[in-house]
């Protein structure tokens, strides 16, 4: 299990007129990912969620707040110490042609993790080829034919199938996709979330998707958990289907108005959502930080910040003064 506290993140940047400014990336962060299970980020370009994937991944270093492996605070670890336990937790890059070296065939990718798995666990160099050709099985490539290509001879699919196997030699418990199907070609995008979903299912790897497509993040998570994540901040947290279906912070809504709607066979949400402006990290830092662009703001909102919590007898936590069911998602004509 992997949980998380409090967790904040600022980045300084150095500008050449008005001098260095802060970018808080991350602001008091909560989650928990239980074994096995799946949780999924959303939310907009900039909002953080990527930052605290690569977090959670031991790629990023934090500001406060506490992050714990198996129970095990790592805040409390000297960075050597830390390495075992962020093994465990396997990233899956958003472009697979630069997650794999071009120069190495994909059985000199699989080859280096494996023999230090080996070299750890004293196992034979017959293993390392035998392991090799399991882990590509696993995600649906044929050993025999891909195991002497380069990167360049495999389709965008395949590469991110031998990411994902590449992930798989050291064993983890979790595995992090990162936008893992953003950049490849639409006809294919299925059979990789399929993927995951059956991994998670046939090796028990917990399943932690970064997105800002919410169909793929109920795919993958059907059973999970959904944190929408705003300039930093978890605005609303639950069961997938629950907010989902019932969202009531006005960002989630606007984030489910905006999913295309197969005409003919759909109807339209009875009240789509849409933010008064286009996201600006610049935005005041008083109140709500979507108070600016919310069409719902109301006094208080610009003056105090809300936090999450369970509140008004709603299922899902929510860090919202005025929350409100509204009807924004698509739903089947035979429905209506």
């Not at 990233?91 to 630069?98: A, E, N, V």
């Not at 109920?218 to 019932?246: C, K, S």
């Not at 809504?253 to 999913?259: E, F, T, V, W």
């Not at 910040?305 to 929510?318: M, N, S, T, Y």
Request: charged residues 25%; contains cysteine.
């Amino acid at each position: 299990m992997i949980n998380g506290t409090g967790v904040v993140k600022t980045y300084k940047q150095r500008g050449k007129v008005l001098g260095a400014r802060e970018v808080r990336a991350l602001r008091g962060v909560d989650f928990s990912i239980p074994k096995g299970g799946a949780a999924s980020f959303i939310g907009e370009s900039g909002c953080g969620k990527t930052t605290l994937g690569r977090i959670i991944a031991g790629l990023e270093t934090y500001d406060e707040g506490e992050i714990a492996i198996d129970g095990v605070a790592m805040s409390s670890l000297k960075p050597k110490q830390r390495q075992p336990h962020f093994r465990k937790i396997q990233m899956i890059h958003q472009d697979p042609y630069s997650a794999l070296n071009p120069t190495r065939t994909v059985h000199q990718t699989l080859h280096a993790p494996l023999s230090l798995r080996a070299g750890q666990t004293g196992r034979s160099k017959s293993w390392i080829e035998e392991r090799a050709a399991e882990v590509l099985s696993l995600v649906g490539l044929d050993p025999g034919s891909v195991l002497a290509r380069y990167p360049h001879q495999l389709s965008g699919g395949m590469r991110q199938r031998v990411v994902i196997a590449r992930a798989l030699t050291v064993d983890p418990e979790m595995l992090v996709a990162d936008e893992a199907v953003s950049m490849i070609d639409v006809s294919l995008r299925l059979g990789i979330l399929a993927l995951l979903k059956d991994l998670r299912e046939r090796l028990g790897v917990s399943v932690l998707f970064i997105t800002h497509d919410v169909a793929t993040a109920r795919y993958i998570g059907d059973d999970g958990e959904l944190y929408v994540i705003y300039r930093g901040q978890v605005i609303e947290r639950g069961a997938v289907d629950t907010i989902i279906a019932d969202p009531v912070h006005p960002y989630t809504q606007s984030l489910l108005s905006a999913i295309p709607v197969l005409h003919g066979l759909e109807q339209p949400g009875e009240h789509p959502v849409t933010p008064l402006e286009p996201l600006d990290q610049d935005q005041s830092e008083e109140g709500c930080l979507f108070a600016g662009r919310c069409p719902f703001r109301g006094e208080r909102c610009t003056s105090e910040r809300p936090l999450l919590q369970v509140a008004d007898g709603l299922p899902q936590e929510h860090a919202c003064f005025y929350p409100e069911r509204r009807s924004v998602i698509a739903r089947p004509m035979s429905e209506v």
